[in-house]
């Protein structure tokens, strides 16, 4: 019984510890000429969707949940952000070729269909980013009519 008591003391300390490491944080406060929503002139409702289920992660600018600022969870939070803006990153999308966003469409379309995005750790907390049939389905629709726009 001693034992534990002494490991529950040295979890508690180093919880408090790593409390003093911080995280950088993906805020931005202004929206560059190179953003996806201004370049495609994207509808209201598709800008609503994209910016509640995939900006928080694939953009330069993330609103952070009140538990962002407890470690670990902060550290599982920048590490899933700076991974998904290495893979699609929405404020630099002018920035991208035109071979690259059509592979970046492609690439939206079938993570969608295949419900891999957004991330079910996401969506557990983010409940309004969870897309309903409707929204997934004029999403879907856009960046189709964008994919085919540029072919």
């Known amino acids: 019984m001693k034992v534990l008591k002494i490991i529950a003391w040295i979890a508690l300390g180093a919880l408090v510890v790593i409390q003093f490491f911080p995280t950088d944080k993906n805020e ?5 000429e190179t953003d996806f929503v201004l370049v495609n002139k994207v509808p209201s409702e ?13 953009s ?3 609103v952070y ?46 993570q969608i269909e295949s419900g891999e995005m957004p991330l079910d750790s996401y969506t557990l907390i983010h409940r309004d980013a969870i ?3 409707k929204e997934k389905e004029a999403v879907l629709n856009y960046m189709k009519t964008l994919k085919d726009d540029l072919e």
Request: aromatic share 14%; with cysteine.
């Open 28 to 32: 931005s406060y202004t929206t560059p």
């Open 46 to 58: 598709i800008e609503n969707q994209l910016m509640q289920s995939c900006y928080d992660c694939h």
């Open 60 to 62: 330069n600018n993330t």
């Open 65 to 110: 949940p009140w538990y962002s600022k407890i470690q670990p969870a902060a550290w599982f939070l920048e590490d899933h952000i700076k991974e998904g803006k290495a893979e699609l990153n929405f404020n630099e999308w002018d920035n991208y070729s035109d071979r690259r966003k059509k592979s970046k469409l492609r690439s939206i379309i079938k």
């Open 131 to 133: 897309f309903s049939e």
